[in-house]
């Protein structure tokens, strides 16, 4: 058989991962240098578990069953298990925990999308703090995050759920209406909102805030202008609370990356409070986003504010590549021939001197050719007399001295460019 | 999916217009909102027209959903219809009122007796249809089990060549059923028109909400035609 990978699933090679190994490296160091360390999560988690923090799953996560008939989910995102991680295993100790991660997750999609079903975010959680401050130092850090990736344009767009929450409670239109502008405001859908908003019960204070509220979006000024739009739909303390977050981002020189924007709803339902989103310019879809979701750890029995984000690594090296900010990542130095014996030992000598150097049986120009072909910068040849440097033709050239000089930084292959 | 287009400061503004019964309209009132559409008027066998503030991208009507949600273009304008079967990730932002039409259950007329006999015999009802998604969650809703067989097109064959004892279909005026003796036992719900935005786009380009908010005026004006 020719075998294939399922639908939405594929292969990672050398070039990209090594690429998606240095991006890796450049968010996990921002996120470690704000304090937060390193955890992993299984793969799979009880489905029941999933479900009790996160009730918008349906049709989301790919389910098994296993050998005990019990029911099972690939992780669909890493926050729930995070919370489930805090609450289970760090119930004792003292918080606020400071937790990052890079994970595979899988979403089940529907057929001809041209959608993954797996792919990886890389995020943090910030459990066990609430206010404008934690909110601020999760915004901060995805900007100063974005940045290290190696984009240069990029936006945040910022806003707070409690708005929404407000104004379907001021409407005193019910439930199934409440849960019906929820739905609508998900999809994204201003129409349906609208439409809703005529209905006969809604108070109208409620529905004029309702057909406005979603697409005020600006700097802080936007702030005032909801408070107007929503004025008597007790939202003020949101307000305040998301005012003083961005004052806070102000302060940490980041608020000029920061648009608020009262449409931002996440895909998941467990946001309580402040939701972000990450843009690129061109790029159709969000890089990423989270916010505050102090009702998850509740559901494990273990009551706590929590707040963080994720960023889609596939969809911040798209972004790169447009911006052209993709890291370099440094390729082989050297191809290494000659009596195995011999080059064994010259090849951890050079290694030692800081070298990438791959082990070859050819000779000759067909070691050059090699060396070329894998983009190597040097074509060496271990001889009993010495290490030596064969030129283009294959010929022995100059040796190289003794003790080993450190790694070249330029290529052949790479027409002479910096590594 | 996410689709790969350059995104130069200053670019042209992008919008997926509808090939078909909605594009005369939609081109006449992206007109009346001050673009400028002459060259998409007649875009021969042209799909992309560009025009010094816009490019216009010409699609299929199921396919305009697609192009906005991966954010090949910024906006564009879709029937609602498609919109629902579709169930991509793109921001309604207005009723534009033009291209209404209803989706509806239609039946051979005179078989209501026959359908509902062998609804008891065989336990299901047979439907066919262009539109899966909709007829499912409608069946569905009211708790009727149903076997869908989806048609590309002349659903309302499908009864009398007997693929199907009803059809889901949209209907505006309802001749196209009547001719074909199908008579119309249910409304499903209304379609029309609507401007639809890449979610991004929406939050990062003003010029979409800008376009919006004068389309929905156009469209408050005169809610019939949308002008």
């Known amino acids: 058989m020719r075998p294939v990978t399922p639908r939405g699933f594929r292969d990672v090679l050398p070039e990209e991962a090594a690429e998606r190994e240095a991006l890796q490296r450049r968010l996990g160091d921002v996120f470690s240098a704000w304090g937060y360390g390193l955890v992993e999560t299984p793969v799979v988690e009880r489905l029941d578990a999933l479900e009790a923090a996160a009730g918008s799953l349906e049709g989301t996560a790919f389910r098994l069953v296993d050998l005990d008939g019990q029911l099972l989910a690939l992780r669909p995102d890493v926050t ?78 910022m806003g707070t759920v409690e708005v929404f929450q407000a104004i379907v409670d001021a409407a005193g239109a019910g439930e199934t209406w409440g849960a019906a502008v929820f739905a609508a405001a998900h999809d994204r859908n201003l129409v349906e909102l609208d439409r809703l908003a005529a209905e006969p019960d809604v108070a109208p204070r409620a529905a004029a805030a309702l057909r406005a509220v979603p697409r005020i979006r600006g700097g802080v000024e936007a702030i005032e202008a909801c408070r107007s739009a929503a004025s008597g739909c007790g939202c003020d303390g949101a307000l305040d609370d998301l005012q003083t977050t961005y004052e806070l981002l102000e302060s940490a020189g980041v608020a000029d990356k920061v648009a608020v924007d009262f449409s931002v709803m996440r895909s998941f339902d467990y946001y309580t409070g402040l939701v972000v989103e990450a843009y690129a310019p061109g790029l159709g879809v969000p890089l990423g986003g989270g916010g505050r979701y102090d009702g998850v750890l509740a559901a494990f029995d273990a009551p706590s504010p929590a707040a963080g984000f994720a960023l889609g690594l596939e969809r911040v090296a798209i972004a790169l590549v447009e911006q052209d900010g993709g890291p370099r990542t440094r390729g082989l130095d050297a191809v290494l021939g000659g009596e195995p014996g011999l080059a064994l030992e010259v090849a951890a000598r050079l290694r030692g001197a800081g070298w990438r150097v791959t082990l ?20 060496l040849v271990a001889t009993g007399k010495g290490l030596y440097r064969l030129d283009r033709s294959g010929e022995v050239a100059l040796p190289i001295e003794d003790p080993i000089p450190y790694a070249p930084t330029t290529s052949w292959a790479q027409g002479g460019e910096a590594l | 999916m996410i689709a790969y287009r350059e995104s130069e400061e200053g670019r042209p503004l992008r919008i997926a217009v509808p090939k078909g019964s909605l594009f005369a309209d939609s081109v006449r009132l992206l007109q009346a909102a001050g673009l400028d559409t002459g060259a998409l008027e007649n875009p021969g066998r042209q799909l992309i027209v560009r025009t010094d503030d816009a490019e216009y991208i010409i699609g299929k009507p199921t396919d305009i959903p697609v192009y906005v949600a991966y954010g090949a273009a910024d906006c564009g304008i879709g029937g609602k219809d498609v919109l629902i079967e579709a169930g991509l990730d793109v921001v309604e932002l207005v009723d534009l009122g033009f291209g209404a039409c209803r989706f509806v259950v239609a039946e051979k007329g005179g078989t209501q007796a026959e359908v509902s006999e062998r609804a008891r015999h065989l336990g299901v009802v047979r439907v066919a249809t262009k539109y899966p998604v909709i007829t499912q969650a409608h069946f569905d809703a009211r708790g009727i089990q149903v076997e869908i067989v989806k048609l590309n097109g002349n659903i309302e064959l499908a009864p009398l060549i007997g693929i199907a004892d009803v059809v889901v279909d949209i209907t505006a005026t309802g001749t196209t059923l009547r001719e074909n003796d199908l008579r119309i036992i249910e409304d499903v719900l209304p379609s029309s028109a609507r401007f639809v935005g890449n979610p991004v786009a929406v939050r990062t380009d003003p010029r979409v909400s800008r376009l919006a908010d004068t389309l929905a005026e156009l469209s408050a004006r005169d809610p019939e035609a949308g002008l």
Do not use: K, W
Not at chain 1, 360 to 379: C, F
């Open chain 1, 360 to 379: 070859s049986q050819r000779e000759g120009s067909a070691l050059v050719r090699e060396a070329e072909h894998r983009g190597a910068v040097e074509a």
């Open chain 1, 80 to 157: 729930v298990p995070i919370a489930r991680l805090v609450a289970s295993r760090m119930g004792d100790e003292v918080g606020p925990h400071r937790l990052r991660y890079c994970a595979n997750v899988f979403r089940e999609h529907e057929s001809l999308r041209g959608q993954s079903r797996q792919f990886t975010q890389v995020g943090v959680e910030l459990v066990g703090a609430r206010g404008p401050a934690a909110d601020a130092e999760v915004v901060a850090m995805l900007v100063e995050a974005l940045r290290a990736a190696g984009l240069s344009r990029f936006s945040i767009g």
